[in-house]
Nanobody, 115 residues
Framework: QVQLVESGGGVVQPGGSLRLSCAAS????????MGWYRQAPGKQRELVAT???????NYADSVKGRFTISRDNAKNTVYLQMNSLKPEDTAAYYC?????????WGQGTQVTVSS
């Protein structure tokens, strides 16, 4: 079994920064794709960013130039550096990891951007 544990959410003022982390533990051979999704109240879960093993990142248009996804394969960890945060970035953020045939989700961490 594989578990994903997220950390780093919180409350920040507009224009501020936060860094999310998500570490996987358990029976892991290789993690193909790591990513972050978010879900605001009353809205569907949406992709924020993904990073496969080859490092080619993919971002939602709404976060390009402000967010940076990275991964540490030795630590089975994915990060999301969020800068220039806006109120519309407020959501629960979920990490996702694809281990081949099976995908796993984190429990979610709340990010609130408010003055």
């Amino acid at each position: 079994q594989v578990q994903l544990v997220e950390s780093g959410g919180g409350v920040v003022q507009p224009g501020g920064s936060l860094r999310l982390s998500c570490a996987a533990s358990g029976s892991i051979f290789s993690i193909y794709v790591m990513g972050w999704y978010r879900q605001a109240p009353g809205k569907q879960r949406e992709l924020v960013a993904t990073i496969p093993r080859n490092g080619r990142t993919n971002y939602a248009d709404s976060v390009k130039g402000r967010f940076t996804i990275s991964r540490d394969n030795a630590k089975n960890t994915v990060y999301l550096q969020m800068n220039s945060l806006k109120p519309e970035d407020t959501a629960a953020y979920y990490c996702y990891m694809n281990l081949g045939n099976v995908g796993y989700w984190g429990q979610g961490t709340q990010v609130t951007v408010s003055s």
